[in-house]
C-alpha cells in the first residue's frame, strides 16, 4: 500500500466524534473534515449508560441518527478522512445502542455513520 492510501475509510459525524478531546482519546490526534449532510434521517437524544463514554466525551446525553425516509430531514455534520484501523477505534468508543452503516452523504460520497442500531436498511 502506498503512503497515500493509508486514510482509505470516509467517517461522517454529526455528533462527539466531531470534539477534538473523543478524537485524541479514540483516534490518538485531531481530525480535519469537511462539512456535509445526512439525508433522510433527524437527530433524537439518547442516555449515555458507559461511564468510560461519558468520562471521553464530558456528555451524558448524546443524539443519535435515526432513519426517517424523508428527504426533508437533514442531520448536519463533517466527514473525515481516517484509517481502517481508526475505524475500528471509533467502534469501540461508540454505545451498542448505535450501529456503523455505509450511507451516501448529501455531497454524493459514501462514507461510514453511526446510526440508530435498529436502522434496518442496507443502503442508504
Excluded: C
Excluded at 439525508?39 to 466525551?57: H, M, N, P, W, Y
Aim: no cysteine; net charge negative.
Amino acid at each position: 500500500m502506498a503512503v497515500n492510501e493509508v486514510h482509505t475509510e470516509l467517517l461522517f459525524s454529526y455528533g462527539t466524534l466531531q470534539l477534538e478531546g473523543v478524537q485524541m482519546a479514540t483516534f490518538g490526534r485531531p481530525l480535519t473534515g469537511t462539512s456535509d449532510a445526512l439525508r433522510g434521517f433527524e437527530l433524537v437524544l439518547l442516555k449515555i449508560e458507559d461511564q468510560t463514554v461519558v468520562a471521553i466525551s464530558g456528555k451524558a446525553h448524546y443524539t443519535m441518527a435515526r432513519f426517517t425516509g424523508r428527504d426533508s430531514d437533514v442531520v448536519p455534520g463533517t466527514v473525515f478522512d481516517v484509517t481502517r484501523e481508526e475505524i475500528q477505534n471509533a467502534d469501540t468508543y461508540e454505545v451498542a445502542a448505535v450501529k456503523r452503516v455505509s450511507v451516501v452523504l448529501q455531497s454524493g460520497v459514501r462514507a461510514w455513520v453511526y446510526v440508530d442500531a435498529r436502522y434496518a436498511s442496507s443502503d442508504s
